[in-house]
């Protein structure tokens, strides 16, 4: 539509400057406008003179004649993408489908479920949220009697692996009721009509196992927000929200049924289903802090069989402050990874350097002792983990190194093992601090060999990122101001940027300033410190793995106070384990209410409707 607009105004050009040819590449209609302010600044064209830009959409129809051929392949693509998977070699299922047609894919879990609060741990506010369903599952009568509406169900959100399928199968467990699983992908089918069958009949089966409780995991899969960028497939969609929703309003009371939806992005949920009277209620299950994951290693421990000298609890407590950001999921998988370590070396019981290989196992994935590396590598990557692991020693707000090895695993050729501080607000010079670290391994290649390689490019990625969401995000760049944009998450599809161009290339710029200004400041204290690096090098190229004791060695006592133990870590935050009285305390609570039944005060029905309510704020 431009172009046909710009016929005319090349003409206009033509007209009054008939000497001058002015040529524009026109990619979008911003560098267009911006091109010819440019233009009429150099030939000195002044105020009237100057070139007005109308914008119009002009149709001869011949428009329509040149999209013809687009619309008829998008057509033809969209009809054989229709018929793709029965044409190639999925009639089977594709005839399955039709057949089965509505028939839930959910499982219905009735006695087998063993699992209960306590071995949910590191979530207690969200456990004292739920506690509310327990209770109602298990004395419906006490809330009708007083006209009292139960929410109908409760949305769990957080990232993976923190325990928000555990928690909702623990509140069947707990109150004792037949627990219905199903995932909100299994509803997304090619065929019409496939997605709300499957609602309907999920639905029923729900209502047929009352009281009961029903739980959707990934719900975002059907949940999305309607009508909004999707294409294809967005109607089957909506249509099976909408049964969604209709079958939820249908519920009422006495239906005796708690909805329960795990999803990881709340963020792109239709705000229909929030509405009161369908998931009122949302609980935030964040990672586990250091004194969640003493807890959640307490829970996993249990069941282990551990050399006879080691206290359960003071290894659940060291374990926590070596595995920060480990998510619920994480901290099982070591625990057994330990166990089988163990089996692997015929012990008979684990012990500590087990649990330690474990965890190196999951953040690094699995040792490659075959992965044979050319000297000539090998020796690059260890100047670059020198590069790191000297870089974080002397900047002030770079996280305590732990351990660095150059034994090739599965994510990568080397690595460095911190323990960063657990902290929910950063300051400007504390992330420049991190991202100088993180920069160190290239720095170190390009002081030592004046080459660099492919193996910083995660450095460079992460860098990129805290660069990106420091000027985008947290509003810390001085041009740019005060302002904030979500940045597109993996796997969003990014139609356009929520600011203009000339915006995005202000950010561009800035970003490009900020990472060569940590580039320039790494660079300058690498090579003050250069013979550090290369000691620390040679020594990594002899040991394989190094740790804090050997950077002490070589460097002297790291210049910045640094925490290292459970108990410093937890130093300053009240109690040394994490507070798990509440359930218990609501649990008698419950008790006593159920003797007390017959005297009810308005007292009590006061209490009772304010009954634990608290929302967890989310902190950044
Ligand atoms: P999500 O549904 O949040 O992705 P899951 O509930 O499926 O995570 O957790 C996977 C496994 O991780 C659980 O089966 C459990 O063994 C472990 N786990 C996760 N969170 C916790 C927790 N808070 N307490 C104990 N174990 C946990
Ligand atoms: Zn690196």
Redesign the pocket.
């Known amino acids: 539509m431009y172009l046909l607009t710009l016929n005319s105004f090349y003409s206009a050009v033509n007209i009054n400057y008939s000497f001058q040819y002015v040529w524009f590449n026109i990619g979008s209609v911003d560098t267009f406008e911006r091109n010819l302010e440019t233009a009429q600044l150099e030939f000195g064209i002044e105020g009237e003179n100057r070139l007005p830009v109308v914008y119009s959409a002009e149709s001869d129809g011949s428009f329509l004649l040149s999209m013809l051929p687009t619309v008829l392949i998008v057509g033809f693509l969209l009809y054989t993408l229709r018929r793709g998977p029965t044409g190639m070699g999925r009639t089977g299922r594709g005839m399955g489908g039709l057949f089965s047609v509505g028939e839930t894919t959910a499982k219905v879990l009735k006695d087998e479920i063993d699992v209960k609060f306590k071995?949910?741990?590191?979530?207690e506010e969200a456990k004292l949220e739920i506690m509310e369903f327990v209770n109602f599952l298990k004395n419906p009568k006490q809330y009708q009697d007083l006209g009292a509406k139960i929410p109908k169900g409760a949305i769990l959100t957080?990232p993976?692996?923190?325990?928000?399928?555990?928690?909702a199968k623990a509140t069947a467990g707990e109150a004792n009721v037949p627990f219905i699983t199903v995932n909100g992908s299994e509803f997304l089918e090619m065929f019409v009509g496939v997605g709300p069958a499957r609602v309907r009949d999920l639905f029923a089966l729900a209502r047929k196992n009352a009281p009961c409780i029903l739980f959707i995991?990934e719900i975002d899969a059907v949940g999305r927000k309607r009508g909004r960028g999707n294409f294809g497939g967005q109607s089957e969609q909506e249509n099976t929200l909408n049964q969604l929703l209709v079958e939820m309003d249908g519920f009422n009371t006495t239906t005796n049924v708690v909805i329960l939806a795990?999803t990881n992005r709340p963020d792109i949920l239709d705000p229909a289903l929030m509405r009161p009277g369908r998931f009122d209620r949302q609980i935030y299950?964040g990672p586990?802090d250091i004194k969640?994951r003493a807890s959640?290693f307490k829970?996993?421990l249990r069941p282990l069989k551990l050399e006879s000298i080691i206290d359960k609890d003071n290894l659940a407590r060291k374990l926590a402050s070596l595995t920060p950001g480990f998510?619920?999921?994480d901290?099982?998988n070591v625990c057994n990874e330990a166990a089988l370590i163990a089996a692997r070396h015929l012990s008979d019981a684990i012990n500590q350097k087990h649990f330690e290989q474990a965890i190196e196992r999951v953040i690094g994935g699995l040792e490659k002792k075959t992965q044979v590396l050319q000297p000539e590598e090998k020796k690059t990557v260890a100047y670059h983990e020198a590069g790191h692991a000297v870089a974080g020693w002397f900047l002030e707000h770079a996280d305590p190194l732990l351990k660095v090895s150059i034994i090739p695993r599965g994510k990568g050729l080397g690595y460095a093992q911190y323990l960063p501080r657990e902290q929910y607000l950063y300051t400007k010079e504390q992330l420049l601090d991190r991202m100088c670290m993180t920069l160190g391994g290239r720095v170190s290649e390009q002081i030592f060999f004046g080459r660099i390689t492919t193996g910083a490019q995660d450095d460079l990625k992460k860098v990129t990122q805290s660069a990106y969401a420091q000027i985008v995000q947290f509003g810390m760049n001085e041009k740019v101001g005060q302002i904030s944009f979500d940045l597109p998450r993996q796997g969003d599809m990014v139609l356009e940027k929520p600011y203009s161009e000339a915006t995005a290339r202000l950010i561009d710029e800035e970003v490009r300033t900020l990472i060569n200004s940590a580039y320039e400041r790494t660079v300058t204290l690498l090579m003050e410190k250069k013979a550090y690096v290369e000691k620390v090098a040679l020594r990594l190229l002899e040991k394989e793995v190094i740790d804090k004791s050997d950077m002490v060695e070589l460097l002297g006592p790291r210049p910045f106070a640094e925490k290292s133990t459970y108990e410093e870590f937890v130093e300053g935050t009240g109690s040394l384990d994490e507070d798990t009285s509440l359930p218990e305390g609501l649990k008698d609570w419950n008790k006593d209410r159920e003797k007390e039944k017959e005297e009810t005060t308005d007292e009590q029905i006061a209490s009772l409707t304010s009954l634990p309510g608290k929302i967890m704020e989310q902190v950044i």
């Open positions: 071995d949910v741990a590191g979530c957080g993976p692996g923190t325990g928000k399928t555990l928690l995991d795990g299950i586990p969640g959640i829970v996993h998510s619920g999921a901290i099982a």
